[in-house]
Structures are given as C-alpha cells and as structure tokens.
C-alpha cells in the first residue's frame, strides 16, 4: 500500500502565488479563483497546493510551510537564486519573498514566497544536529560547531552570532589563532547577511592583529572567501 502526502499552503493573491512558484520551475497543474482561491503546483514528482487564505495574520507569522526532500540541495538552490535574480533584477534575500543564503556544505535552505509561505528544501541524509555542538569537539570548536547549527538550520544569525560572541570570551584565551580567526570570519559573514559593513570591518580588521602564519591565512581565508562571495550574492 502506497500514499501521497500534499501540503497545503495558503493562497494569497493565487496569480501572484502561482507565477512566483513558475518562476521557481513549478508547473501549475489547477487554478481556480470561485468559490475560493485554490491552485497546485508540481514539480520533479511533488505537489504543493494552495488554499483559502486568513485574513490580518501572515502565512510566515503562522508558520505555514512544508519540508521538500531532495537528493542534493546545491544545485536547487543555485538554480532557484538564478531564477529570482533573472525575474527580479536581484536575489530577493530579505522580506517576502526571499531565499536563504547557501554555504559550501550546507544541507538546507529556506524559500519564502510572496504569501509568507515557508519551504525547507533539505537534502536527504541530511545528519542530525547536536544541539550545543558536537560532542567530539571541545572549547571554541564545539561553539562553532553550535553556531553552524544555529545559522544553517535554525536560520537564526542572532543566536548565531550569540553563541560565537560568547564563546571567544569563555575560550579565546585557549583557542589557537587560527580558532579565533574562524570564530571572527564566521561573525563577518553573518554581518555581511545583515548589511552591516561596519561589524564586517571590525572582525576583518581582528583577524589581521591575530598574528596568523602562512598555512593559518589559508584556513581563514577560506571562511573569508564566503564573505566575499555573500556581497556579491546579495547585490543589485
């Protein structure tokens, strides 16, 4: 015996629901306005569906959504921001509608669409998180570990940066240069997501008095790298 599982989201306005997620490169399989708003949506063998829509409260602040399983998540991510930039003339990375930012490595990310419905497309064998970060790692790289989990799965940057602010005062004394340097390119990037140039600079220019050797920079370019990558990501 076999069944079928199809979320059911909330409308909206339903032609601007349903052009988003063409957009996206869904197939809009109905669409029907009378009695009351309803449409489907398919693609790669999955359907979402959309109905009747409250009124004064945000299908996001309702946390409407559903999780999409696939076999690797880079490339829908690389394909749906491709879309949202040829359709918008940019990457729609904050308000509604937006896509979360990707990380090499990730297994997730979020899409938002213009109802505030929220879409989790997660990569299957996606491992389970160990809150308060790994139990195999010790000091800063176990709060590095927990921030990760706090910015690539529970899409929240604040507690992110947090964990990481809190750490470096509990364990930067300890922690080798290149630990620190990581803990700092990892702030960067979070402010870099917010648009805040200002806290990008600082953690910048902190990495550079940590007196990093040769094989150190390279380590920490590399988390760096992604900074860079995030600004051109999130420009016009």
């Known amino acids: 015996m076999t069944a079928t599982s199809v979320p059911v989201l909330w409308a909206g306005d339903l032609p601007e629901t349903l052009d988003f997620y063409r957009t996206l490169g869904y197939e809009v399989t109905y669409e029907m306005t009378r009695p009351y708003p309803f449409g489907a949506v398919q693609r790669n063998g999955f359907a979402l569906n959309f109905g009747p829509t409250p009124k004064d409260i945000s299908a996001e602040a309702a946390h409407i959504g559903c999780l999409v399983l696939v076999d690797e998540v880079a490339p829908w991510h690389a394909e749906f921001t491709a879309a949202l930039r040829a359709r918008y003339g940019r990457i729609p990375a904050r308000g509604t509608p937006r896509i979360t930012r990707f990380r090499p490595g990730q297994t997730r990310f979020t899409v938002v ?9 997660i990569e299957r064998g996606e491992p389970d998180p160990e809150y308060g970060g790994s139990t195999s790692l010790e000091g800063l790289d176990r709060v590095l570990d927990n921030a990760r989990i ?10 992110a940066a947090r964990v990481i602010e809190t750490g470096l005062r509990r364990h930067g004394a300890s922690a080798t240069p290149v630990q620190r340097g990581r803990a700092l390119a990892m702030l960067a990037e979070i402010a ?9 600079a600082e953690s910048v220019a902190a990495i550079e008095q940590l007196g990093l050797n040769a094989a150190d920079r390279a380590a920490v370019a590399a988390e760096l790298d992604v900074v860079t990558e995030l600004r051109h990501w999130l420009s016009d």
């Open 113 to 121: 669409d213009p109802v505030g419905n929220t879409v989790i497309y």
């Open 192 to 200: 870099a997501a917010a648009g805040d140039s200002a806290k990008v």
């Open 150 to 159: 706090f910015r690539d799965s529970k899409l929240d940057d604040r507690a």
